[in-house]
T-cell receptor, first 112, second 112 residues
Framework: DVKVTQSSRYLVKRTGEKVFLECVQDMDHENMFWYRQDPGLGLRLIYFSYDVKMKEKGDIPEGYSVSREKKERFSLILESASTNQTSMYLC???????????FGNGTRLTVT | DAKTTQPPSMDCAEGRAANLPCNHSTISGNEYVYWYRQIHSQGPQYIIHGLKNNETNEMASLIITEDRKSSTLILPHATLRDTAVYYCIVRVAGGSQGNLIFGKGTKLSVKP
């Protein structure tokens, strides 16, 4: 089975802190994605990557950046956390564009 | 991507078949229908996908109408563990964008 592992299940950070959310997949997938999920808004795509060092903006990239130095790891960075970034963050991967996405279990981030 | 319409909630008795409908009247010829589900506090889980033929796997069956404007996900013998939010998504497979547009889904409650 594909395993997508997010480093933290719960995280509490202060406003203005730099926050790193880590995601690792163990199936050599080409594509990796970061979504956030908020009540009433569903899942929204923040960034995705289709290769090492390659990244594309999703629907809501403002306030975020990403890093993909190795194929198996995709990091989401909040340069200066704000309270409106309190959310559930979901990482996903897929081997190619035809295949379905495999999701991690999410990181619930609270910014106070 | 085309949008989908699903009922907000459904109930199903344990052991009975759960039939979850989805309308996607503006689907394009090269768009696939994907189904995911999300159990509380977990990431979305892929269930099944199809283009125009009916599909079956170990989890479910997918019935797509001939005009492709709607589909039905069938869980043949629902269990309490199938209680979740079910998302129907249409997406171009093979394109360069990974954006899955998740709507609000159907909250399925399986009752003993």
């Amino acid at each position: 089975d594909v395993k997508v592992t997010q480093s933290s299940r719960y995280l509490v950070k202060r406003t203005g802190e730099k926050v790193f959310l880590e995601c690792v997949q163990d199936m050599d997938h080409e594509n990796m994605f970061w979504y956030r999920q908020d009540p009433g808004l569903g899942l929204r795509l923040i960034y995705f990557s289709y290769d090492v060092k390659m990244k594309e903006k999703g629907d809501i990239p403002e306030g975020y950046s990403v890093s993909r130095e190795k194929k198996e790891r995709f990091s989401l960075i909040l340069e200066s956390a704000s309270t409106n970034q309190t959310s559930m963050y979901l990482c996903a991967s897929s081997p190619n564009w035809r295949s379905p996405l495999h999701f991690g279990n999410g990181t619930r981030l609270t910014v106070t | 991507d085309a949008k989908t319409t699903q009922p907000p909630s459904m109930d199903c008795a344990e052991g009975r078949a759960a039939n979850l409908p989805c309308n996607h009247s503006t689907i394009s010829g090269n768009e696939y229908v994907y189904w995911y589900r999300q159990i509380h506090s977990q990431g979305p889980q892929y269930i099944i996908h199809g283009l125009k033929n009916n599909e079956t796997n170990e989890m479910a069956s997918l019935i797509i109408t001939e005009d492709r404007k709607s589909s039905t996900l069938i869980l043949p013998h629902a269990t309490l563990r199938d209680t979740a939010v079910y998302y129907c998504i249409v997406r171009v497979a093979g394109g360069s964008q990974g954006n899955l547009i998740f709507g609000k889904g159907t909250k399925l409650s399986v009752k003993p």
